[in-house]
């Protein structure tokens, strides 16, 4: 588990941190194409318009917020949405995100 | 009207601008407080910890983001929360914000 990044439990979300975290249209994008694919996707095959390092950046404060679990398999990491998780935090948040991204951008 | 300062259509509510004007505590318990009380409040009568410049400069963001109507009875200006236009354009966002607002600060 050492390479396993640290995630916070649903008791330590805090609304401020995760609304820092999807106020960024990039990190938004994250979190949509992960609701709309229904999969966890690997770092590298999301798309976005930002350098490696920048998206990596983008990773670690969904990451931090809880908005993401990430896990290794082989040396790919791998990103999962933390949908229910975030459901029983903030109870609506990520369906009225998800669903405007959708239409509207 | 030319007291009236200008505010978006819904038809002009962009989701981004909605969100950098709620990612920000003081203007987020503005809201909060417009959607407790149920009532339009004055300017000068919301509970913040910031200068009178500060406050007006918060008022105006979230007036132009579309989220409060401004008008004048005599000298004050007022607030009203633009509930039903909001959740027309983007359903369920205020909902999520106020409810854990509640529960969580």
Known sequence: MGRTPPHP???QFDLQQVLEALVDPV???IVTQLDASGE???C???DMPVSKST???HFKVLREAGLLRQY???TSRMN???RAEMDEAFPGL???LTTHQDKRH
């Open 94 to 96: 990520l369906d009225a």
């Open 40 to 42: 966890d996707i690997k």
């Open 9 to 11: 439990e649903v008791s």
């Open 27 to 29: 990190r938004r994008s």
């Open 72 to 74: 290794y398999v082989g």
């Open 80 to 82: 999962a949405l933390r």
């Open 44 to 46: 590298g095959a999301f």
């Open 55 to 57: 998206a990596t950046h």
